[in-house]
């Protein structure tokens, strides 16, 4: 597999990726600019602007999603070929050792051997049923063997999926926020590969065969059960439509009892504050019950097709021993064959019972797969033209050039005509309104998406001849929304530079001021940033995220302020580390706070994707324009936007 | 057999509807006997010569036992789900009347992602245990029974040979979980620990790529993920014996049965009816084994999430409702509210959160208490609200120590306004009207209206029938607020409560609600809790706190003029011009 941004996916399947690509990107490309637009490189916080709604429609990534699931089984030609063969020897070993006892006893009644020739038969009997409980477990461990390599493979498909559209959007959410569903979807999959998927191969080729050794005996009693297989086998489809309608009602109303609970787990401060306990448990008991109710209806269904499936076994049984019966009376079948013939017949539905059980899970992974393919086959959103990088180092002088962006075509553009420029070891304070093409100018810089008209360059190179490993290697960024790994300060800080000796990341550490809380934390540099770094203050995540960039001392730096949430103290410590970090290099600052503007040795003001205006906060201020018209909206030293 | 005493104490009473599923079981079951002893008794006849004619009845006999087993199957599956329903609808309301015993408190101490896991994921995983495997577990202890019973009677040697495999599939499988439980608990622990890293570098993917990381990091998990396979590989081999030896049992026993039987035949030591029975009916014995072991599994998850469950159900209150509460007097407009040398630590936490505090404050007074975050200002909010106890000193309103007044009434004596209002899945109407179910509209629109809310909910087009919450409309921090605001008002509690009630807020949205909050505030005993000082410097009194003790108090004027802590708070905040 390629270990780049390239997708992974063979020849054979990007045909159809491309069309699930092209159903969907109307949708959830749709998405993306809400999105990005006011929100720079974070994973965290859902903006306002984002409309959850959107997420159950989301666009069929493929028709049959639960077909894309099967070719990937043969990436494992060997492991297919074992699994199918152990589940053959497991089920051909268990009809033959009942068939065989059926022919003993059919030997014994008629007497047409001896008691002594029966012996062999019996230890033969014996061997056979040993041999089919081996073969069994050899089965459970192939199939759990393929089934957990597929796992890993899906597993880094989504990885790659998500690496090719991180930070946009898809199904109308978040990238890092799909990535708990998709993870959870892959477990699904394994019953899937493991109990599923080849289980069916195995359950047709045995009742193939055990009507062959039938026909064998004679043609009526094997087509007698070929005609009752047939229709066990298209039990789950007779009522298929039915089942899907249902399956879906469930799952909905499974998803509206979990936003209940979350409602009461969430706002259980309010409940209990505003003595609305009472009524809560009230609402609770009647989704439980509404839930109930669809769980019935399902149960129903699924009660009605297993006695179908139990009546059609008795009615095989009783047709092949009627006619077996009438076969005996004609002579046409030795009176010896005759219990052997009617429990081969009753044999042969054992498989094809146990498969029609496990269609009913189907559609839960039919669900789960959709939203994995949804994934797996987004097309990466920016395209290396060059592996190579620039033969000498360039200029830190960033350049803004005529640059035109929209995210989809379907929106207004979110920059046009934009140029401006950030000298070398200068700090470019970029304002405006949310959605006024900031970010915009971060994501380009990091070259997460490329230009439509104009250029973005980097010491005179356009970003888009230079490889994106480049690109993010010349630039660092500080998010707003730091999002910090489950793993030590200190790993967390080298994350920019693997290489980097524990002495550089303290130094990085120092300058960030981090160690003045490291020293305090339960294991220092070594302790655990917790699940989504829960346990560290908001601006103590800034500040490991600036000793991240420190670390990696990258010449353009992009540093997006955080809005609020930051008491005094360690605002001081923040803005000490922010002038640290900004030191010598080149810097896009995407700034609130009027301190932080007023820091900056120049100012754009963008406008709907333009730059409105420029200079120096004096300057600025001093005119009537956009800049003070912002100024004037200020509260508390934030110069923003009003969210309403 | 895994028949949990606790498990069954979970449920509550569901001896009737469980014996309703086992008796359906064992109708399934005799129907299943009826089918075998019918088969016998024509193969019988078929066997010594008869033609097929002689056996029309018990043909139709055969079809009978069809039909019937046919409306049982049907019934079987209705009586399990209400088996189930019964179970998790009792479970489900137990477990969230302790939540809301244990009160917010207890999630600042858990993670509520836990807490929801167990209310819906657990208790759906109980469903299988209830509705499935007592059932089964049940009928395989009579149903296979009766029958051996019955061939007893026929021919104790194949009984005998049947009873053994019975108890291998039984036991054999069992010994093994115990042999494998440990190793397998820390296999799957380690796959759930890869699991959990692949979400959290799939999560954090923006910053892998921004850092050039995602190759690289992607690498690591594939090879981790090659590596925990290999042993979880090694660890099924010996965990999947117990599918070979339920297998092995499964077909063993009639297997044996039969070939010996078909061997004494031939001797002439039993006769050929009683052969047919064992081979027909020793099938039926191991039909609900088989159907046993199916739903161990599924049975199992229950009892690992009754683990999850009963934890829930078994933690202490963090505080008691006092056995003879003393009504909070009623009718003043504004009481007094005082903290008396109050000490405060966290249960998990080795430092006190609040030291000795002590702070008084007087009939329908503002104060606002500021300080670093961890400084134990929100902490001071959780014990006026009672979700913990002190461990020193007291909290009273008018004089009642609060360990005296009963929770309901303490909480409907005090309205809280916090930094990330919920907003519950419903309209905007019914979340305004959380703080007074049975507000005229008139007086929601009042309150919506002092909230400066009104004009943005009359300009939705579902105006105040506009869904909120999880799946509808998603209102901004600013826009959330003042719906908190509207509640708090319409709730008209005599203490208020503006927990970083602006912090969350920017820029031109934060005026519109300190002007709401300024409407709340009169006439009520206020207590502010923010970090941002520009919002509280018209309090009439600031209370400066730091590592858990108060540093200084006063007017916004007094305390500038001292030069402290708060001046030099205020200077680093404001560099504004």
Not at chain 1, 353 to 358: A, F, N, P, R, S
Not at chain 2, 141 to 149: C, F, K, V, W
Request: hydrophobic fraction near 45%.
């Amino acid at each position: 597999m390629n270990d780049r941004t390239v997708s992974p996916q063979t020849a054979s399947d990007q045909a159809a990726s491309d069309q699930a690509a092209s159903d969907q990107a109307a949708s959830d490309q749709a998405a993306s600019d809400q999105t990005a637009s006011d929100q720079t490189v974070s994973d965290q916080t859902v903006p306002a602007a984002v409309d959850v709604r959107r997420e159950p429609a989301d666009p069929g990534a493929s028709r049959r999603p639960i077909l894309s699931l099967v070719p990937l089984v043969f990436r494992h030609p060997a492991l297919v070929v074992l699994t199918i063969l152990s589940g053959l020897l497991s089920h051909g070993f268990g009809v033959a050792s009942a068939a065989l006892g059926a022919w003993l006893v059919g030997e014994a009644v008629t007497g047409a051997s001896p008691a002594d020739a029966l012996t062999t038969p019996v230890v033969l009997l014996l061997a056979t049923v040993v041999a089919a409980a081996l073969a069994r477990w050899w089965q459970m461990w192939v199939a759990h063997d393929l089934a957990y390599r597929l796992l890993a493979d899906l597993r880094i498909r989504l990885f790659d999926g998500l690496e090719r559209r991180a930070p946009g959007y898809l199904l109308g959410r978040r990238t890092g926020d799909l990535a708990g569903t998709v993870m959870a979807d892959v477990e699904t999959t394994e019953w899937f590969y493991a109990h599923t998927v080849l289980d069916y191969v195995v359950a047709a080729l045995v009742a193939v065969g055990a009507t062959g050794v039938l026909f064998v005996f004679h043609p009526m009693p094997a087509l007698a059960v070929a005609v009752f297989l047939i229709l066990l086998a298209t039990v789950p489809v007779w009522l298929a439509r039915q089942a899907d309608a249902q399956g879906r009602r469930l799952r909905e109303e499974l998803g509206v009892l979990g936003a209940e609970v979350v409602d009461g787990v969430q706002g259980l401060r309010e409940l209990v504050t505003f003595g609305r306990g009472t009524d809560y448990l009230h609402r609770l008991g009647e989704r439980t019950r509404a839930l109930q109710r669809r769980q019935l209806a399902y149960g129903r269904r699924a009660g009605l097709e297993q006695a179908a499936t139990d009546a059609l076994v008795a009615g095989g049984l009783t047709t092949v021993l009627v006619l077996a019966a009438s076969l005996v009376a004609q002579g046409d079948l030795p009176m010896a064959m005759l219990p052997a013939v009617v429990v081969l017949a009753v044999s042969a539905f054992g498989p094809v019972i146990e498969v029609t059980g496990t269609a009913r899970s189907l559609g839960q992974i039919r669900a789960a797969s959709q939203r994995i393919f949804a994934v797996t086959r987004q097309r990466a959103q920016v395209v290396d033209r060059s592996a190579e990088p620039p033969d000498g180092p360039l200029s830190p002088h960033v350049e803004f050039d005529g640059v035109s962006f929209t995210y989809t075509e379907d929106r207004p553009p979110a920059l046009s005509d934009c140029t401006f420029e950030i000298r070398p070891g200068e700090t470019v304070a970029l304002v405006g309104h949310s959605g006024a093409g900031k970010s915009t100018c971060a994501h380009l810089l990091m070259r997460f998406w490329d230009v439509n008209g104009g250029a973005v360059r980097i010491g005179g190179a356009d970003l888009r001849d230079l490889p994106q490993s480049h690109v993010r290697d010349l630039v660092s960024v500080v998010p707003q929304d730091v999002y910090l790994f489950n793993r030590s300060v200190m790993e967390n800080i080298r994350l920019g530079r693997p290489e980097a000796t524990d002495e550089e990341v303290r130094e990085a550490a120092r300058q960030a001021r981090v160690d003045e809380f490291a020293a305090g934390l339960p294991n220092g540099y070594d302790t655990l940033c917790g699940e989504r770094g829960a346990q560290l203050s908001g601006g103590q995540r800034q500040r490991i995220a600036i000793a991240r960039a420190l670390v990696r001392d990258s010449p353009v730096l992009i540093l997006d302020e955080a809005v609020s949430n930051l008491d005094a103290e360690n605002e001081e410590a923040l803005q000490a580390a922010i002038r640290n970090v900004r030191h010598g290099r080149t810097t896009l600052l995407i700034a609130h706070r009027l301190s932080t503007i007023r820091s900056a040795d120049r100012i754009i003001v963008l406008r709907q994707g333009r730059v409105a205006e420029e200079g120096t906060h004096d300057e600025l201020a001093g005119t009537s324009g956009e800049y003070r018209r912002l100024l004037a909206h200020q509260t508390g030293g934030i110069v923003d936007v009003g969210d309403d | 057999m895994m028949v949990h005493r606790r498990l069954l104490a979970l449920a509550g009473d569901i001896r009737r509807p469980l014996a309703l599923n086992i008796l359906l079981g064992l109708a399934v079951t005799a129907s299943y006997i009826a089918q075998g002893l019918l088969v016998a008794q024509i193969l019988a006849r078929l066997l010594t010569g008869q033609g097929i004619e002689s056996s029309v009845g018990l043909l139709v006999g055969l079809a009978a036992a069809v039909a019937v087993r046919l409306v049982l199957l049907l019934l079987a599956e209705t009586a399990a789900q209400r088996t189930a329903h019964a179970v998790k609808e009792r479970v489900r309301a137990r477990l969230f009347a302790k939540l809301l015993a244990l009160g917010p408190g207890y999630l600042t101490l858990r993670r509520s992602g836990d807490v929801r896991t167990v209310l819906v994921d657990g208790v759906e995983a109980l469903e299988a245990y209830y509705s499935r495997y007592l059932p089964t577990a049940a009928i395989c202890l009579l149903g296979p029974l009766s029958i051996l019973a019955y061939l007893a009677t026929r021919d104790p040697l194949s009984v005998l040979l049947i009873a053994v495999f019975i108890v291998v599939v039984l036991i054999g499988p069992r010994l093994l979980d115990r042999l494998v439980a440990s190793t397998g608990e820390k296999h799957w622990g380690a796959y759930g620990r890869l699991s959990s890293d692949y979400l959290d570098v799939m999560q954090g993917m923006t910053t892998l790529k921004a850092f050039n990381a995602a190759g690289r990091e992607r690498a690591t998990l594939k090879t981790r993920a090659e590596d925990l396979r290999h042993a979880t590989m090694k660890h099924l081999g010996v965990s999947l014996v117990d599918s070979g030896v339920t297998t092995l049992g499964l077909l063993a026993g009639p297997a044996l049965a039969v070939g010996v039987g078909a061997l004494r035949l031939a001797a002439g030591s039993v006769d050929l009816l009683t052969l047919l029975l064992v081979m027909l009916l020793a099938r039926e014995c191991f039909r609900p084994l088989g159907d046993l072991s199916k739903f161990w599994h599924a049975g199992y998850q229950g009892i690992s999430s009754s683990k999850e469950i009963e934890k829930l159900l078994e933690e202490a209150p963090l505080v008691a409702e006092s056995t003879a509460p003393v009504p909070l007097p009623r009718g003043r407009s504004a009481p007094r509210v005082t903290f008396d040398g109050v000490t405060f630590r966290y249960p998990d936490r080795k430092d006190p959160a609040v030291r000795d505090f002590t702070l008084h404050i007087a009939e329908g007074e503002t104060v606002a208490v500021v300080g670093p975050s961890g400084a134990g200002k929100t902490t001071l909010v959780a014990l006026l609200l009672r979700y913990f106890d002190l461990q020193q000193g007291a909290i009273a309103i008018d004089g009642v120590d609060l360990r005296d007044v009963s929770l309901d009434d303490l909480r409907a004596n005090v309205a809280v306004v916090a930094q990330d209002t919920y907003l519950f899945t419903g309209t905007i109407a019914d979340n305004i009207r959380l703080g007074r179910p049975d507000a005229t509209h008139k007086e929601m629109v009042a309150a919506a209206r002092s909230a400066n809310i009104h004009d943005f909910i009359s300009a939705l087009p579902d105006g105040y029938d506009t869904a909120v919450g999880e799946r509808g409309l998603n209102l901004s921090g600013g826009q959330r607020q003042r719906i908190a605001i509207a509640r708090a008002l319409l709730k008209d509690a005599p203490i208020l409560i503006l927990d970083e009630a602006t912090s969350s807020v920017d820029g031109a949205a934060e005026s519109l609600i300190q002007e709401a909050l300024e409407r709340v505030a009169a006439g009520r005993t206020t207590l502010i809790v923010a970090h941002r000082l520009s919002t509280v410097r018209d309090a009439d009194r600031i209370v400066l706190m730091r590592d858990g003790v108060i540093r200084e108090v006063g007017g916004h004027s007094e305390l500038m003029n001292r030069e402290g802590d708060y001046a030099r708070l205020v200077a680093a905040q404001e560099v504004t011009a």
